[in-house]
């Protein structure tokens, strides 16, 4: 099941997601050493810019990873089962970049479309909290 929204109020330009567990992010950042200097490792996005929306999912799974190799490393999450997005994109935690390299979180969708993700021997579950990011 993909992660179900409930659309509120006015509509507004913004990006919602889920915020990562601390612990879960400590955790994490233990089995995935960052890559790059700029580490963000905090958030799962949504990916809706306009509207309000209440995401009800509170739990996710990391299922794979990826790194250009050129300042971006992402983290592959699923959400309800799924890493698809309704938007087209995956559901990922961009994980590490270097912006001295020029490199923006936002790359992260084009990095997974242009290579893919290596799977993880094991799903690691993760709590999520709803949130305009």
Not at 43 to 53: A, L, Y
């Amino acid at each position: 099941m993909a992660a179900e929204i409930i659309k509120l109020g006015k509509p507004m330009a913004a990006n919602y997601g889920w915020k990562l567990d601390a612990n879960d992010r400590t955790r994490l950042l233990d089995l995935f050493k960052p890559a790059w200097p700029d580490v963000i490792a905090d958030h799962v996005t949504f990916g809706v810019r306009n509207g309000r929306v209440a995401l009800l999912a509170t739990t996710g799974e990391v299922v794979g990873s990826v790194n250009d190799g050129e300042g971006i490393q992402t983290l592959i999450v699923a959400i309800g089962g799924s890493t698809a997005r309704a938007d087209g994109g995956i559901y990922h935690i961009t994980w590490s970049i270097d912006r001295q390299r020029g490199r923006r979180p936002v790359e992260s969708n084009e990095v997974i479309a242009r290579l893919g993700w290596v799977t993880c021997m094991e799903k690691i579950s993760v709590l999520l909290f709803p949130s305009q990011i």
